[in-house]
Each structure stands twice: as structure tokens, then as C-alpha cells.
């Protein structure tokens, strides 16, 4: 359902290991250590924090409010999960799969009828737990198809029609403000869609501008796309040249990003803003999304423990900053062929069949935005350690750590800076259940403390004056 490259990067390990070996053997057995230093400084970073108290650098921005369901029911509500999806106060949820999960459009091409009852549901659903909906207008109905639901319309004008009352209807009539529209999803998976050619995206982008910009009576609303699986400039500078020369709206692109590589997503944000430069005319006006991203576009094992927890938030600790909106893939999980309960999808939420139940995915980003609002400055973050801090109003200093680093515990170096001198008391929560709490003294310039952080785990502290 998801796709990755999962080869791309051989060639290049290869070359990178024949390397170390001629280097070592130049150099003879004594200076392995050395040259394996040098190679391990030049990849990999090890934490070591350094919380200013008093640099707050503004409001705590919180792109990981934003989430995604994927195409796994097509009876799927999120009304059961809704007291516990609240609680991650998502900002906006992600819907693909709106025109054939949900039975909007029946007829033929050219006399088509629009019944948005069923998806009406998981709308309302949406406004229950307070986000906003997020519509991947996805896939072709069937009605209107030239073969299947990843195909292009027998006709555009069936399609220009079906955007225009879509937005009418959630835009308008539910009267949803500030909805975004991404016209379709991964269209190079899902139907090997090109910039180019006969089967060309860049037509089914203009015939849904069109038909958005037809929509009457509606509120404030924003288009774009092209949702690729992965960030990919040759696309995006296709769709960009396109709206510029038919003066069409953009006012977003987006692509999925899957990786274990928490450095990708400043990679990403550097490319696009290099990349978008040469059009002023979109630059400042256009976002840029992820509208899904996890560790792994597959099925894996991780999305079932903590290595997704730990993964998810040091992820997004690692947007803070680079991006508004990042949408986390996926609320739930699809029934398991075996009726297992478990079984490596993406979901934060087991199967209905299973009783919906959180996994540590959900636990950890919850325990994420328990942080405040306040942010504070954190140097010396690691490759796969990352940390969050922020100030309360009463002075107390939180901090969030995920290790997503797998080789084993570490002792974490917590320096604070700017500390008043006196008696505090430092706490610690992990997401694997355990906390202890130490009281400690602070006379001198700084404070500096070890946090024990094993592998594939969270921890929120605070570090608060002694009552």
C-alpha cells in the first residue's frame, strides 16, 4: 500500500566500506581506532545537552498535531477513538480514499449523482475531537473511471464537477474553514501517474483548480499537491513551471517521507526552499507538507513497540522549527488477514476487531505535548538522540528525550544554563513506566546532571524548585 526504495542507498555503503578498508590498510592495524573516530564523528553525533533557562526563542511550535488515516476500512469511524485521539489535540486529520471508500458518486460519466452522507460521518468525527479535515482527493470513483480507481476519468469535466461540489459541500455547507485540498495521493504509486505524457497528473491538478475555483458560498480553503511518496524536485519543479504558465492556484506542495534518518527532513525543507527560490512569484505563499511520514512505508514490527515511539517523537522534535504541518501515518490499523492483533501496520490505534487499542506510538506522542509552550533553546543534539525543552510560567524547566539510537543504554549529559542558584528537584517520566526523582543543590555556574536513556525509549523531566 506504502512504497520504498529500499536499494537505493546499497551502492553507496558499499563504496563507503571499500574506503574504510583501503584507508585502514594504508595506514596499517594501530590506526583503526583513529580512522574509525574520524568516520564515526563525520556520520553520527552523541547527545549532549545544553538547556539555556532564560533563552526562550518563542511560542513551541507542534507540527506532530497532524494526522493521517489511510485506505484500511471502508466502514471506518473514528468515533470509537475519539476521548483518546482528543487528547493529542490534532490540529488537522488527513482523509484519502474520500470518493471510493465512501460511495460519494454513483451514475455514469457525464449524468453522475452525489450522496456525501457516508462520508458526512467521519467529518463530523473529525469536528468532534476539534481538527479540521485534511481531504486527499482520492481515488477515481468507479462511475467516472476509465478502468479502475487509480485511473484517469473517462472525462475531466466529471471530474472538475466532482472537486467543485466536494469543496461546496465540506467548505461550504459543513462549513469548515481553513479545509486543505491535496489532489490525489502518491499519484507515482498509485496508478504510475507522470508530470508528462498521456496519463499526466499536471491534467488532473488543473481540472481540480478549476473545478475548486468554481465552488460557490464556501469559506476560506487551500489546493495543491502533488503528494508524491517521496520528495522528488523533478516533480515539483513540473508542477510549479505548470501552474505558473496556466495561473493556477498552489498554495501548497507536498510529498510522504519515510526514513529512519532524522536529518532527511532538514534535507527536505533546504532542497524545496532552494528549489522554490527560482519562482517568487509562489515563494512565501506556497507550504510545504508532509503529509505522511513514519520509519518505514511497509509493514514493520517497530510500528507495534516502542521503537516507533521513540521514532515518532524524535521525529518530530526534529521538525520543530523546519515546518508547520507534519501528518503521522496512520490513527489505526486495517484488519489483519490472519486475525492477528498485531502485525506491523502503521497505526497508532490497533484494528477495530481488536478492540482500538493505543500502542506505545500514541503514548509517546502524548506524553510529547505534555510539553509547554514557552521553548527554550537546547544545544548539542545527537543524530538519534533528540530533545525538547521549554519553560512553565512557574519557572520549570521541562524537557522531552527520545533515543532512538540502538545500540544499547546511554548516560545523557543535561547541562542548564542560567539556572538561579538553590535547591531543586529534578523528576523524570519514561514511556516504559518507570521515573525516580533526585533532589539536587545547584552553587555554581551551571548545573549539570546524567539521565539514564536506553534505547528506543522516551522520557519527559522537569526540574522544578524544591517545594
Known sequence: MKYKNQHQKKPVLQIFIILFLLIVTILGGTQITKVRDIFSQANFNQADFYID?????????????????????????????????SQLKPSYIRLDHIYDFYDVVSGSSGNITLNFSKLDLVLDDIRAVGAIPFISLSYMPPAISKSDIVDQPINYNDWQYLVQKTVEHISGKKGFNNVYYEVWNEPDLFGSWKYYGEKNYLNLYAASVQGASKASGVKNFKIGGPATTSFYSNWFKALLEFADKNQLRLDFISWHRYTNDFDQYKRDMADIHNLIADFPQYNGLTEFLITEWGHDSENNTGYDTSYSAAHTVGGAISMVGLLDKAFIFEIQDGKNPNNQTHWGRWGMFTAKEHGGKPKQRYFGLKMLDQIADQRLQVLGQGSKVKALAAKKEDGTIQLVISNFDQSGQQLIPLTYQNLPQGEYLFQAQYLSGRSFKKEVSHQGEFLQLELPVSSNEVVFSELSVKP
Do not use: C, F
Not at 533557562?53 to 468515533?79: C, F, H, K, S
Open 53 to 85: 533557562t532564560q533563552a526562550v526563542i518563542g511560542n513551541m511550535p507542534r507540527p506532530w498535531r497532524n494526522l493521517a488515516q489511510g485506505g484500511e476500512d471502508y466502514a471506518w469511524r473514528l468515533a470509537p477513538l475519539s476521548s483518546q485521539v
